[in-house]
């Protein structure tokens, strides 16, 4: 059984800073795929970063440059390091495992981002 618990969301001004953390229980972590979604009120859930077994990093066009994902295999952590915020980045940020259509997912954290 595998489960997702995300921490670190809160409210910020715009131009500011969050790490989001997600910690993962189960063994499969270490050779499996991990992302970051965010879904917006009204609008699709969406690809915000990903970071493979391997450590090969893509992100959304809208956060590149200002967001870094990152995991330590050590502790089954990810991260979502969210510099220069927007208030377009407002939305709650969900942990995944293995995919968006078979893997599995946290239970969300909020960020609101104020102009």
């Known amino acids: 059984q595998v489960q997702l618990v995300e921490s670190g969301g809160g409210s910020v001004q715009a131009g500011g800073s969050l790490r989001l953390s997600c910690e993962a229980s189960?063994?499969?972590?270490?050779?499996?795929?991990m992302g970051w979604y965010r879904q917006a009120p009204g609008k699709r859930r969406e690809l915000v970063a990903r970071?493979?077994?391997?450590?090969?990093?893509h992100y959304g066009d809208s956060v590149k440059g200002r967001f870094i994902i990152s995991r330590d295999n050590a502790k089954n952590m990810v991260y979502l390091q969210m510099s220069s915020l927007k208030p377009e980045d407002t939305a709650v940020y969900y942990c995944?495992?293995?995919?968006?259509?078979?893997?599995?997912w946290g239970q969300g954290t909020q960020v609101t981002v104020s102009s």
């Open positions: 995944n495992l293995g995919g968006p259509f078979t893997g599995y």
């Open positions: 970071i493979t077994s391997g450590d090969s990093r």
């Open positions: 189960g063994s499969i972590f270490r050779t499996s795929a």
